[in-house]
């Protein structure tokens, strides 16, 4: 029967062989495409830089456009809001060294979602037939009664029951934080579909996509066996006017027309609190100013950032007085603000 079933396995006329084999890999000519390559965007594309960008290229690049796209920038504008949002999830994932590493292994995708592994069956499948489903390793030339009595053997053992302590399972949760909480660190309590409630730590500069685990509150254990653990997926939701860039935060910061031209102290929110900051006289709109270590706070080795604050003029209600000033005011050197346009 051993040797019957071998020919019945290694028969290249098997319908379900030749069923497989009209799956070839792209690789291989079959023109079979992975939804990673035609779905998924591609966060280095996103941002115009090179795969091997250092650091410093990636910010500069994200800087450009985040100023060129921001939403208080092109209020109304529906697709500049599209377009900033990409760029700032490109950022965050290629800002962070880990998931940048992990994007470019291909463990997740570009929103830092777990990549869906292939079933274990398509490294077997590929084989050549009569050796698909043999053991691991160097292969034999021909399938003895050996190797058959290896397969079913396996099967029977696997199918027998485990006695003893067993570990129970670990359960899966998610939890929504505040952006200031996410970036400071805050206690929050998630409420379980069975009742219970977890505090949850939350560490400074927790980012959306983390998962964090909480040892022992999982599924119960069989036979005595340990609890499983709760893995808790963070999402973090957006602030009002900070944005996330690795461990620095940025924002768009509205200045008076007074402020801009003549400088001056003026008071600026921060994710730790408001702190005075002094503007330089005669700042345009886009100016870009910086306060060190006010960005996410240090955690885990990991130096503080810094807060980047990007200067927007607003001219204010209509000032009749203002409007009959400049009706009559001559500066002394006259400057086009679109000569580099022309």
Known sequence: MLQALSKRISSPNDPADAHRRQFRPASEGGGVHTIAETDSADPYKTLGVARDASQAAISRAYRKLAKRYHPDLNPGNAESESRFKAISGANGLLSDPEKRSRFDRGEIDSSGQEQARPPPYRDYAAGEPGRRYGRAGPQPAEWGDDDFADVFGTMFRDGRSQTGPRRGADQNYSLTAE????????????????????????????????????????????????KGDALIEIQVLPHRFFQRDGADIRLVLPVSLTEAALGGPIEIPTPGGAVRMRVPPGSDSGTELRLRGRGVPEHGGRAAGDLYATLRIMLGKPDPALNAFLKHWTPEQADDPRKDMT
Do not use: E, M, Y
């Not at 977890?198 to 999982?218: E, H, N, W």
């Open 179 to 226: 952006f200031l909480d996410a970036v400071n660190g805050a206690t929050r309590r998630l409420t379980l579909p069975d009742g219970r409630t977890l505090d949850v730590k939350l560490p400074a500069g927790t980012g959306s996509g983390d998962i964090l685990r909480l040892r022992g509150q999982g599924g119960d254990g069989f036979q005595g066996g340990a």
